[in-house]
Nanobody, 133 residues
């Protein structure tokens, strides 16, 4: 069973930056590098929304997607050697305050449906990011 554990959240002031990590394990069907990975967030009272996604072979343009609200400020990357997904968040805004989740999917459904959340197979428990003005 794939397990995802997020870390790196915390409190920051507007304009600041953080680096979120998602440690992945439990790959018995296929190795980490074959999974598309995504970052999502959910603020209180709001629906969960897609932030960034990286395709299984994602290293170049066309294999990474961002929500319009974070383009130019957030950067998603992954390290296949350590089975870790990252999200570097910069120029933070108070509206970025949310619980951030990582997700994984072996099929193409998650990647193709991004930023929708319903097709991603595995989820972590989240890490909280709080941005003060």
């Amino acid at each position: 069973q794939v397990q995802l554990v997020e870390s790196g959240g915390g409190s920051a002031q507007a304009g600041g930056s953080l680096r979120l990590s998602c440690a992945a394990s439990g790959f018995t069907v296929a190795p980490f590098y074959k999974y598309s990975m995504g970052w999502f967030r959910q603020a209180p009272g709001n629906e969960r929304e897609g932030v960034a996604a990286i395709r299984a072979d994602g290293t170049t343009d066309g294999t990474i997607k961002y929500a319009d609200s974070v383009k130019g400020r957030f950067t998603v990357s992954k390290d296949n050697a350590t089975s870790t997904l990252y999200l570097s968040v910069a120029s933070l805004k108070p509206e970025d305050t949310a619980m951030y989740y990582c997700a994984a999917d072996l099929s193409w459904a998650g990647w193709l449906s991004f930023p929708r959340v319903g097709k991603w197979a595995y989820w972590g428990r989240g890490t909280q990011v709080t941005v003060s003005a």
